[in-house]
T-cell receptor, first 118, second 109 residues
Framework: GAVVSQHPSRVICKSGTSVKIECRSL??????MFWYRQFPKKSLMLMAT?????????EQGVEKDKFLINHASLTLSTLTVTSAHPEDSSFYIC??????????????FGPGTRLTVL | LAKTTQPISMDSYEGQEVNITCSHN???????ITWYQQFPSQGPRFIIQ???TKVTNEVASLFIPADRKSSTLSLPRVSLSDTAVYYC??????????FGAGTTVTVRA
């Protein structure tokens, strides 16, 4: 149990376009989801906390108008990278906590989405 | 969130035990210690969690001394498939995680 999926797994887009990434909790309800980005050989950096039915909370330095997050249901959160540029190329990972967590801080991570902006 | 410090990398051979120590001098009373494993181009995976003393599951053991200012993840008899980055995280129950640099463990044949 406690599976989180992401779609797409890989996307290549042109500079200036917008890209939407979906994060779904498949077998549990996720009241809270998190979005991370990870550059090659680097650690995960938390971008924002997404709470179902309310606005996302962004970490310092993350542009909320560029990285739009929508958590419309207990099983789906979306991250839209607007007007993407090559520097937005990264590995984006979502995670979900909530009722499936058996322990404190136990989050279930999606497989990640590799975004390449040309 | 308490800051953690881990070795950048560790090398080992198949069949050996690997011990990774994490320092967390500013751990708070309510904080738990959690370890995650990450393979390249995949999301992290929960390994083990503890609050004090020793915790063991089917893949690892976690040793936490009485002062809780450090913890050691022990991987028994590693195999090539255990080559990954291991992250030590410390936090309370608000689910927010802060990842440090992690330890890259390389297992050789």
């Amino acid at each position: 149990g406690a599976v989180v999926s992401q779609h797409p797994s890989r996307v290549i887009c042109k500079s200036g376009t917008s890209v939407k990434i979906e994060c779904r909790s498949l077998d549990f309800q996720a009241t809270t989801m998190f979005w991370y980005r990870q550059f090659p050989k680097k650690s995960l950096m938390l971008m924002a906390t997404s709470n179902e039915g309310s606005k996302a909370t962004y970490e310092q330095g993350v542009e909320k108008d560029k990285f739009l997050i929508n958590h419309a249901s207990l099983t789906l959160s979306t991250l839209t990278v607007t007007s993407a540029h090559p520097e937005d190329s990264s590995f984006y990972i979502c995670s979900a906590g909530g009722t499936a967590g058996r322990k404190y801080n136990e989050q279930f991570f999606g497989p990640g989405t590799r975004l390449t902006v040309l | 969130l308490a800051k953690t410090t881990q070795p950048i990398s560790m090398d080992s051979y198949e069949g050996q035990e690997v011990n990774i120590t994490c320092s967390h001098n500013n751990i708070a009373t309510n904080d738990y210690i959690t370890w995650y494993q990450q393979f390249p181009s995949q999301g992290p995976r929960f390994i083990i969690q503890g609050y004090k003393t020793k915790v063991t599951n089917e893949v690892a053991s976690l040793f936490i001394p009485a002062d809780r200012k450090s913890s050691t993840l022990s991987l028994p008899r590693v195999s090539l498939s255990d080559t990954a980055v291991y992250y030590c995280l410390v936090g309370d129950d608000d689910y927010k995680l802060s990842f440090g640099a992690g330890t890259t463990v390389t297992v050789r044949a």
